[in-house]
């Protein structure tokens, strides 16, 4: 099945500064999705991202459907200490009628040295 | 509006015994879905639901587990018996088949301790 490698597995960052992250895959995906998952809940939709090159904002975060549609990355601004978690990519990939299978990465968790 | 609500959030217990996850979808939302997850293996799909019929339970790792959609608001997660190595963060997530339907939204989890 397809899988996503996702990078850097872990980063440590003093507040105020940006962030990247992203993600890859070996198969094409006609979407992808970033999830950030706080210690004991669930992950969190943060951003959905359906066409090749698109570009979309949700307050300090940024992320980008690579047009090759192969990865995506994550993007955030000025980071504050709240930005701490893990932020998992998920993808999918048209399998046939009726798939609404997501693929996970392994996850990118966040420390922020205030 | 409420999200997905999952019960317990905690559960413990000894090896071989029953354990019943429960799940309450998005009202609206036509998709369920249950994942696990581990330090060494992530988030797995186990087993999703489009109706309250099963689509594929090919994640589902043994005749072990089971699970059910006997409504559009209500599905469980079933282990019988426990093991130890079940232990884990069990999550439900729905979603709707329409607009952004590959959006999941996920519970809260409920962490699964068998010893």
């Known amino acids: 099945g397809q899988q996503l490698n996702q990078s850097p597995q872990s980063m440590f960052i003093q507040e105020g500064e940006d962030v990247s992250m992203n993600c890859t895959s070996s198969s094409i995906f006609n979407t992808w999705l970033w999830y950030k998952q706080d210690p004991g809940e669930g992950p969190v939709l943060l951003i959905a991202?359906?066409?090749?090159?698109e570009l979309t904002s949700n307050g300090r975060l940024t992320a980008q459907f690579g047009i090759t549609r192969k990865d995506s990355f994550l993007n955030i601004s000025a980071s504050i200490p709240s930005d701490v978690g893990i932020y998992f990519c998920?993808?999918?990939?048209?399998?046939?009628?009726?798939?609404?299978?997501?693929?996970f990465g392994k996850g990118t968790k966040l420390s922020v040295i205030p | 509006d409420a999200g997905v609500i999952q019960s317990p959030r905690h559960e413990v217990t000894e090896m071989g015994q029953e354990v019943t996850l429960r799940c309450k979808p998005i009202?609206?939302?036509?998709?369920l879905f249950w994942y696990r997850q581990t330090m060494m293996r992530g988030l797995e799909l186990l087993i999703y639901?489009?109706?309250?019929?099963?689509?594929?339970d090919s994640g589902m790792p043994e005749d072990r587990f089971s699970a059910k959609m006997p409504n559009a608001s209500f599905s469980t997660l079933k282990i019988q018996p426990s093991e130890p190595r079940d232990s884990a963060v069990y999550f439900c997530?729905?979603?709707?088949?329409?607009?952004?339907?590959?959006?999941?939204?996920f519970g809260p989890g409920t962490r699964l301790t068998v010893t």
């Open positions: 997530a729905s979603s709707f088949k329409g607009v952004g339907r590959y959006e999941q939204y």
């Open positions: 991202l359906y066409k090749a090159g």
């Open positions: 009202s609206g939302h036509d998709y």
């Open positions: 998920a993808g999918h990939a048209y399998s046939g009628a009726g798939s609404y299978q997501l693929t």
């Open positions: 639901f489009n109706n309250n019929v099963p689509i594929d």
